[in-house]
């Protein structure tokens, strides 16, 4: 499941509990850089999802893109893409995936610095780090800075019918049926080039024809009914889903690996912006 989410990611990505001493509130945590910022979710025998200012950015257990009841969520691209210069509400909200007793999880938030001795201290001596059991929430407000600019950031926020953004998701997907790959190259273009680190002129159309390759041998899943759109930032950023929860257009590559299950596998459209008159879909 490598080479097709690679060649489309290619693409669009280039606390401590507060211990109260004389009724006064700790001092806040200073800014983190959100480029060196590290945020693992550790779970067993759980799953849930994880929220950034409310916007669901991660799965993790058996719903989760990586599958499993019992594992190591590493949050990526996830505060960069979505997060804001400012204050932030990281949330993991989990529960049992099999017998309570043996459901945990726990959420571990660590500033690690540029060289490698500072990595280890900061991985040694953690930002936040609190751990439970069985069902509930860990919620942890964190200040970000050095944001990137994405494309919501300048988007106009859209105060119309939010449904109307399932016409874009309905277009790029006859596209992926079709392998229509100039409708789908212009629309995921903009986000490849409002990438801060964008790649060299050209590298768009060699990607682009990479990925129409591996599109060719795979299969595209059925737009599914009653998808859910959800709104953020004021109109700025918006998300498609399934009834799972999951990228209204999905494909699988048909060649299967040993052990029964698709060799490649492609999700996109989650997240979409309204920008200069069009919609846009941004990495998932």
């Known amino acids: 499941m490598k080479k097709l989410n690679t ?11 507060a211990v109260f001493a004389c009724a006064q509130t700790p001092p806040a945590q200073p800014a983190q850089d959100v480029k060196t910022l590290m945020v ?3 779970y067993e025998h759980s799953g849930g999802v994880v929220r950034l200012n409310g916007i669901p950015i991660e799965r993790f257990g058996k719903a989760g893109s ?4 019992s594992g190591t969520l590493f949050i990526g691209n996830g505060l960069a893409n979505y997060g804001i210069d400012g204050v932030n509400t990281l949330t993991v909200e989990t529960k049992p995936t099999g017998p309570e007793p043996d459901a945990s999880t726990e959420m571990v938030v660590i500033g690690a610095g540029g060289d490698s001795e500072k990595t280890q201290d900061a991985i040694d001596h953690p930002l936040f780090q609190k751990k439970i059991a069985g069902a509930g929430t860990i919620e942890y407000s964190l200040t970000l800075r050095n944001l990137p600019h994405r494309l919501f950031d300048d988007a106009a926020p859209w105060k119309g019918d939010p449904q ?3 016409t874009a998701v309905q277009t790029l997907h006859k596209a992926f049926v079709a392998r229509d790959m100039k409708t789908i190259a212009d629309a995921i273009r903009p986000a490849f080039e409002s990438m801060a680190d964008a790649p060299p002129p050209g590298s768009f159309d ?13 299969k595209v899943a059925v737009l599914p009914a009653n998808l859910k759109v959800e709104s953020f930032y004021d109109g700025r950023l918006f998300r498609v889903t399934d009834g799972q ?11 299967l690996a040993s052990d029964g299950t698709p060799e490649e596998m492609l ?3 989650q997240f979409w912006c309204y920008r200069n008159g069009v919609w846009l879909p941004l990495a998932d």
């Open 245 to 255: 929860g999951r990228s209204p257009l999905r494909a699988t590559s048909i060649k």
């Open 164 to 166: 109307a953004v399932l």
């Open 267 to 269: 999700e996109l459209g």
């Open 7 to 17: 060649a489309l990611h290619c693409l669009l990505l280039a606390g401590t509990t």
């Open 40 to 42: 693992n979710v550790v």
């Open 206 to 218: 060699s990607m682009i024809a990479h990925f129409g390759q591996s599109l060719k041998t795979s």
């Open 66 to 69: 990586r599958g499993g009841e």
